[in-house]
């Protein structure tokens, strides 16, 4: 059966605060998942909704690992506020802790505060702990994905009324792996943002700049026309390899992206 992890950006209204039930949105688009070769888990902290495939159920050593980086982020909140506030970038003092700081350099990158980098950086810094456990970890956590594979496996773009939503698939070879997918939308749920795009997907090494630059790039996109001015902007920041932007029915795309039609992989194993 198709592997499927598919993609939704999370709420983020303003500042982070544990009001979780505030914040959350249904994952309805995890029932895509349908491979049987991995081992899958959910971890839930506050405003962080982490769904896990790996070898084994690492539930209790994730909930550890997001717990340690959640904690990492508030205890710098606590000392400066502008980090959770702020919608431009910031600097990020030298002894802060490395999640931090690649959501303060993600930000720098784009042009975005740094919690724009938020969902990407939690779910790169889990999964890669986790790799010391399991040789392959897929870590989604509300559309934006750390992925490490060991086999082909395909990403699920959820885009919202798009007549494009649910029927198209990123294909991720494992030699491409360690990777970040994130997806930002300017017409599902009640994300921050200034564009209109029903998914902007973004393909980087780090998910933390991944993230970010899906946000400023879906900021960018308010109508069908302003695709092309999206690409180029990805095109210009280091380390992002590729891109897909939905609008409607209309879709563009750069880099390292590989289209599949999910109906088409019905019985890929």
């Not at 959350?24 to 971890?43: A, C, I, N």
């Not at 084994?56 to 980090?83: D, G, S, W």
């Not at 939690?122 to 989604?140: H, W």
């Not at 090494?205 to 001015?229: E, L, Q, R």
Request: glycine fraction near 10%.
């Amino acid at each position: 059966m198709l592997p499927v992890v598919c993609a939704l950006k999370p709420v983020r209204r303003g500042p982070w605060k544990p009001d979780f039930s505030v914040m959350y949105q249904p994952r309805t688009y995890r029932q895509w998942v349908e491979d049987e070769d991995l081992v899958s888990f959910v971890v839930v902290i506050n405003e962080t909704d982490l769904f896990i495939r790996a070898k084994e159920n690492l539930y209790r050593k994730a909930v550890k690992r997001t717990q340690k980086y959640r904690n990492q982020i508030e205890e710098y909140i606590a000392y400066h506020p502008e980090f959770v506030s702020s919608f431009t970038p910031i600097a990020i003092e030298e002894h802060a802790s490395e999640i931090v700081r690649n959501m303060g350099n993600a930000g720098m990158l784009v042009g975005t505060g740094p919690m724009a980098a938020v969902a990407g950086a939690i779910a790169e810094s889990v999964g890669k702990d986790l790799l010391a456990y399991s040789s392959e970890i897929i870590v989604e956590n509300g559309g934006d994905i750390f992925l490490k594979a060991e086999k082909k496996r395909f990403v699920g773009i959820y885009a919202g009324e798009s007549g494009l939503s649910g029927k198209l698939a990123l294909e991720i070879l494992p030699e491409d792996t360690p990777l970040g997918i994130c997806t930002s939308s300017g017409t599902v749920g009640h994300s921050i943002s200034f564009g209109k795009a029903d998914a902007v997907t973004v393909i980087s090494p780090s998910a933390s700049v991944a993230d970010a630059a899906a946000t400023a790039i879906g900021n960018i996109v308010k109508t069908v026309d302003d695709i092309n001015k999206g690409i180029e902007f990805a095109r210009a920041v280091p380390g992002i390899e590729g891109i897909l932007i939905i609008v409607g029915n209309k879709m563009g795309l750069w880099g390292k992206v590989r289209i599949s039609e999910i109906a088409s992989h019905s019985e890929t194993g």
